[in-house]
């Protein structure tokens, strides 16, 4: 669990469910497995289970001792919509989204498929933004799934990139992340892909982005996220009522 993160696009993780199992090829390098191994080596309460998906509801209740309001990425060491995660344990998490409504909270899945499927059994608070990862064209299919979720914000993380995707129609989309991967056995980015995304992103008015380059890919290592001289760190403005966070 985590107060605060080390994650830019955020200000905190909150996870209660911690593991996970390898879905789509975004997965092969995932960040997030040897982070829970590590823990669970030193002895980390929460993680005497490693990576394997494990409740925790003990965690539950954690926003809402988070007095201040913050932008909360919610199960950065899980899928939300994995598909051995119970709805009633989801309904669970969406409940307190809901009493700690002074937060805003960003969901990011690769299981579309399941989030469409259980959205009308959850209620999606002006405070819950809805989003998936798109990898490559092979999962551009995802973007209808989530158009089809009645989430007031949504958005996409096009990380790792793996391929070149082509231009997406971000009708009712807020927010676009692209990024590189990291770790030492990342995969290459090439920098036209990300330009690409970005011209298409900007044309449609979308907040943009731009996270990293891939670890081994461009220069040989992780330059600063500069792209043709300029860095994009756009948020949305989040319909939250009167709540600006940004």
């Not at 409740?55 to 954690?62: A, C, F, G, V």
């Not at 990862?133 to 993380?157: C, F, G, H, Q, W």
């Not at 731009?210 to 994009?232: R, V, W």
């Amino acid at each position: 669990m985590s107060q605060k993160s080390n994650l830019e696009w955020t200000d905190a993780t909150w996870n209660p469910i911690v593991g996970c199992t390898k879905y789509s090829d975004g997965c092969k390098n995932c960040y997030a497995m040897p982070i829970a191994e590590r823990l669970c080596n030193q002895g980390i309460a929460g993680y005497e289970n490693g990576f394997k998906l494990t409740l925790r509801p003990e965690r539950l209740e954690i926003p809402l001792h988070w007095k201040k309001p913050r932008l909360i990425f919610v199960d950065s060491m899980c899928d939300l919509f994995h598909d051995d995660i119970p709805l009633e344990y989801i309904q669970k998490v969406f409940a307190i989204m809901k009493r700690a409504d002074w937060h805003i909270y960003t969901i990011l899945t690769k299981r579309s498929h399941r989030m469409r499927e259980l959205a009308p059994f959850l209620e999606w608070l002006p405070n819950i933004v809805a989003g998936v990862t798109i990898e490559s064209n092979k999962y551009r299919n995802r973007l209808d799934d989530l158009k089809a979720v009645p989430a007031v914000m949504k958005y996409l993380s096009l990380e790792p990139l793996l391929d070149r995707i082509e231009r997406l129609d971000l009708t009712n989309i807020d927010w676009l992340i692209v990024g590189g991967e990291s770790g030492q056995n990342a995969r290459p980015v090439n920098v036209d892909w990300i330009r690409e995304v970005r011209d298409w992103t900007l044309e449609q008015k979308v907040s943009f982005w731009f996270k990293q380059y891939s670890e081994h890919g461009c220069s040989g290592n992780m330059p600063a996220p500069i792209l043709d001289g300029k860095t994009y760190k756009q948020f949305p403005e989040f319909k939250r009522g009167n709540l600006s966070l940004f």
